[in-house]
Structures are given as structure tokens and as C-alpha cells.
């Protein structure tokens, strides 16, 4: 190994390890490291913009403006109170159908997006309800993790996967992983139920005060709301058909972005680029260029021969492996820079022997996405929804939360070594 394969590994593992710390803000650390890997000329500036993944953006992007325009509409509170009347008031049935919101939300505006916009939600009716939270937010942070599995631009993970593999498609997507979310979520759902119905009582009384709460109250202004819902739609319409159209997702996103700040004017366009999360953009780019470093060098290479070698080619074995790596480190550390660093890694195993590499793409999916659930620093949801309950008087510690994360989390990699195993390897 050369000098500057030891300096880019260096590198890379001191900005991961200050990134576990939470010292410093993981996106300053990213950036960072990526000057200081061009500085000492691992890389040059021009390789490094390269290797950084545009169409990950610019989708991250025009979500981020499209649901940041439809949330001022105020439509997702309308579907949470319609949600919890249609469960007529009854906690236990309100957890789960909460839950079901949260995993379909999660799958077409992205687990972060969901939460922040079910959390507030959650405690208006628990309060209403005299209801402990926490049963519900745990559901939802599960829900929102499990949920976002299921499609291309559900979690950051899949949407570096269809970025880096080209024919696997926003469809391939929701074709591969969709059935075994529905299975995970058809089993974890009731197991929940049970765990938590003695926490969730209430009186006959206070369930008619959510019977009586008016959704309607929850909506703005109305021409917005159909100008915003219809362009989310389409949008999620481009992103079946986008294969069909010959179109990158970031253009498909950014278009119906970009069509609905023309159609609601410069003051949303304002307040929707406010809420653009600009420091995940940046660590997205400084992840990227980190990475490059390691595959310029020939690391990532190496790590795959490693990889071939370790399973003997064997596709069934690697898929294993690469489901069950992927579950724990995602757990422990952030999923981004690990999925980031897996994609060449795979790769470099197709240049050497591996012809089927489908299999392996969707055991890092879903290794990388529901170890997330495994701990309260897993996925970046996790910690959002921590930081909402503490500022309700309700926090949720690390330990409180593995209690019923780490255990729940291996079931749901059991559940999916037994999908990939009859669906790809038999």
C-alpha cells in the first residue's frame, strides 16, 4: 500500500471517528477532510468534483422545496386528526395507523421530512388522549425508517444506490424492497400493539374530544394547497415514469420544485430555500469527495478483492455478509458515509467474477436502512424525533431506546435474510 492510500485512509477514519464523537458538527468535519484530502494531493479539485453525485442532490433538493411548500398548506396535520378519528379515538389503533403514515410518508417525502411533520402531530393527541407519548414515537421512528426502504427517494441509502446503478430504477425499487417493507410492517405493527397495551388506556370521554377536533381548522390557504399536492403528485409521477422519459430523478424533482415556486410565487420560494437543509447538502459533498479518495487510490479496490476472497465468490455468502455488516454498522455509526463507502466497494466485486450483483445492492439497502432502528444515533430520524420529545418534557435516553430498538432491528434483518434468501438466492 503507498503513501497516499495510507493518507486517504487516515484521513477518512479521523473524519469518521470525530463524526461518532459529535464533538463537531459532522458536515464542518466533511468538508474538512475534503480540502485536506485535495491539500495534500490525494486528489485534485477536478477529480474530486467528479466523484461527487449531483443527481443525490439535486433530488434531495427539489423534495426538500416541494414538502416545504405543501407543509405550510398545513395538509399533513389534516391527515394525522382524520387518521386518529378514523381510529375512533382508541390509542392502540391510533398508534398503528400513525404508524402506517409514517412509513407511506416516509417513502415518497423522505423519514427526516415525515417525522418532523407527524412528531407535533403525535403530542397534540397524546395530550388530548392523557396518553405517555413515547409508545407512538417510537412506532414512528421505526415506521419512518422502515418506510423509507421502500423506494428510491425514501432514505439518503437508496437514493445513493439508484444514483451510482443506473438500471435500478425508481420501480425497481418499490418492486424489490416495497413487499418485504409491507411484511416487516404487517408483523412489527402488532407486536408493538402488544408490547405497549397497557401503556395506552384513556377514558371514553376523552376519545369523543378527538371525535369532536375539525380537521378542516388544519388548512390554509386552499389554491396553494391544490397547487402544492398537485405538483407533489406529479412529481412522484415522474419518478415512475422517469426511465420511460429519459430523465435523471434530480431533474424530475427540481422541475416540479422549481414549477411549484413559479406557480405560488417569490415569498414561498423564499421560505422554502430557508428550509432547504444546507448542512446535509454539504456533507453529502465533502462525503463524496472523501470517498473518492479511497477509491483514487485504490483502497476501495483492494477492500472488494478482500470481499471476493473472504466469501469465495460466493453470491449467497456476500449478500449475508453485506446485510448483516451493513445492519450493525448502520446501528452504531451514521448509515451515509457507510453506504457511501459500500457502493465501489460492490462494484469492485463485479469486476471480479461476480456477474449478479442485484442481490447485494438490496442487502445493502436494507441492511443500511433498518439498522438504522437499531440505536438512537442510527439514523438521522431517530435523533430528530429525540430532540422533538425533550423539548415536550418527554426526552428519550440512549438505553430507554435500545430497550426496544436493537431487539426490534434484528428481527426486522431476520425477517430480511429470510426475504433475500427465497426471493434472489434459492
Known sequence: MDQQAVWAIVIFLAVYALIISEKIHRTVLAMLGAVLLIAVGIT???????HIDFNTLGLLVGMMIIVS????????????????????GEPLRIMAVLAVITAFGSAFLDNVTTVLLTVPVTFSITRQLRVNPMPYLLTQIF????????TLIGDPPNIMIGSAVKELTFMAFIENLAPAVVIIMAVLIPLFMLIFRKQLRTTEELKRGIMEMNEEDMLGDRKMLVKSTSMLLLTVAGFFLHQLLHLETATVALAGAFVLLLLTGESMMEQAFTRVEWTTLFFFIGLFVLVSGLVETGVIAALASKAVELTGGNLTAASMLILWMSAIA???LDNIPFVATMIPLIQGMGTMG??????????????????????LIGASANLIVAGLAAKEGHPITFLKYLKYGLPLMLLTIVISTIYIYVRYLL
Open 330 to 332: 448502520s446501528a452504531f
Open 143 to 150: 415506521a419512518s425508517n422502515i418506510g423509507g426502504t421502500a
Open 354 to 375: 461476480m456477474t449478479n450483483l442485484e442481490p447485494l445492492w438490496w442487502s445493502l439497502s436494507l441492511g443500511a436502512c433498518l439498522g438504522g432502528n437499531g440505536t
Open 69 to 88: 411548500v405543501t407543509a405550510e398548506t398545513g395538509l399533513f396535520n389534516y391527515l394525522a386528526i382524520k387518521a386518529a378519528k378514523w381510529a375512533k
Open 44 to 50: 485534485d479539485q477536478e477529480r474530486a468534483l467528479e
